[in-house]
């Protein structure tokens, strides 16, 4: 057993336990991107090729094109049953109210912790799995496998893999994902927050700055 396999057996155990104590209770949290859809494909392999929880998408609306078009595909294809939890009617209101992109940059973060807590409510899930890993934030550094908020659990069942890992993942299992990949872009977010990545930079350089700053805070409130 290589390496990756013997990871990729760690996060089948994740998964697995998480599923014999909650069942289909919890959510598989997937944005498009290659760790949520790397996630998505360990659990469709621990179930013989079904996903047996809903899966959920947190839509901004200001995804890029090639993310909403990715989701719809690889939807039908793998036979989903997806959630789409878009970002409250409210808070896009004011959003757009917001005079310069730095209080959009500040004020997306809120939305997205708000539709979080509206899915709880809605779809009454006891909790999520959630694609985050070690090396892609110092904020997730000391992250567990299982980690409880005051209203749900997070199951992160591929904390140990690196970016590398993801693509060799990707590449070995001939795994669809998202072209802006191929692009420059590291890391996905919302479209006019995310640019590519230049050389020598970090994986989630191409994201909001002020967001990554302040990463451990917005962990607390709920964020991913």
């Avoid at 996060?11 to 014999?20: C, E, N, P």
């Avoid at 996630?39 to 929880?53: E, Q, S, T």
């Amino acid at each position: 057993m290589n390496s990756l396999d013997k990871k990729i057996a760690i996060s089948q155990d994740v998964i697995l336990k998480a599923y014999k104590k909650y069942g289909c209770t919890l959510a598989v949290a997937w944005t498009g991107g290659k760790d949520s859809t790397v996630l998505l494909d360990l659990v469709r392999n621990v179930f013989k090729g079904k996903i047996p929880f809903p899966v959920m998408f947190n839509d901004s609306t200001m995804e890029f094109e090639e993310i909403y078009s990715f989701i719809e595909k690889i939807t039908q294809q793998w036979s989903l049953r997806l959630h789409v939890v878009k970002h409250l009617k409210n808070d896009i209101k004011q959003f757009y109210k917001l005079p310069t992109m730095k209080e959009k940059e500040q004020f997306s973060r809120q939305m997205k912790i708000h539709a979080i807590d509206h899915a709880l409510h809605r779809y009454h899930y006891k909790g999520f799995f959630v694609a985050i890993r070690w090396d892609e934030h110092a904020s997730r550094s000391h992250e567990a496998y299982i980690s409880r908020r005051s209203d749900h659990i997070r199951f992160h069942p591929i904390l140990h893999f690196t970016e590398k890992d993801i693509w060799n993942y990707i590449k070995s299992k001939n795994i669809p994902y998202v072209p802006l990949y191929d692009h420059g872009y590291r890391s996905l977010g919302e479209k006019p927050f995310t640019r590519p990545s230049k050389d020598g930079e970090g994986e989630r350089s191409g994201r909001e700055s002020g967001k990554e700053i302040i990463m451990e805070q917005l962990r607390d409130l709920g964020y991913w």
